[in-house]
């Protein structure tokens, strides 16, 4: 079974930032492209940002763009998202994702392994 282990959440005011971690299974964070997807109470489950297996290319969410940063370390084999700027529509639990790279990382079909979640809440 493969885990995803994301850390990092937590609650903040708006216009705070927080950093999300997601230790990934060296395997998986060498071949796939990683990525977050969120859901907030209520509602579907939404892509996020996603960067590819080799780094080459980020994707972000309309809502995200030019707010949160996603990069991977290859070194520790792990995934962050950097998220500043935050405002209570950004509250939600955020999933680590890894989607095999023939595959488009922003898809949550397409998603092969899940992490638990963290929860962010962010307070007005």
């Known amino acids: 079974q493969v885990q995803l282990n994301e850390s990092g959440g937590g609650a903040v005011e708006a216009g705070a930032s927080l950093r999300l971690s997601c230790a990934v299974p060296e395997r998986i964070f060498k071949g796939y492209h990683m990525g977050w997807f969120r859901q907030a109470p209520g509602k579907e489950r939404e892509f996020v940002a996603a960067?590819?297996?080799?780094?080459?290319?980020?994707f972000y969410a309309d809502s995200v763009e030019g707010r949160f940063t996603i990069s991977r370390n290859g070194a520790e084999n792990t995934m962050t998202l950097q998220m500043d700027s935050l405002t209570p529509e950004d509250t939600a639990t955020y999933y680590c994702?890894?989607?095999?790279?023939?595959?488009?990382?922003?898809?949550?079909?397409?998603?092969?392994?899940w992490g638990q979640g963290t929860l962010v809440t962010v307070s007005s």
């Open positions: 960067i590819t297996w080799n780094a080459g290319r980020t």
């Open positions: 994702a890894a989607t095999q790279p023939w595959r488009e990382p922003q898809v949550a079909g397409a998603v092969d392994y």
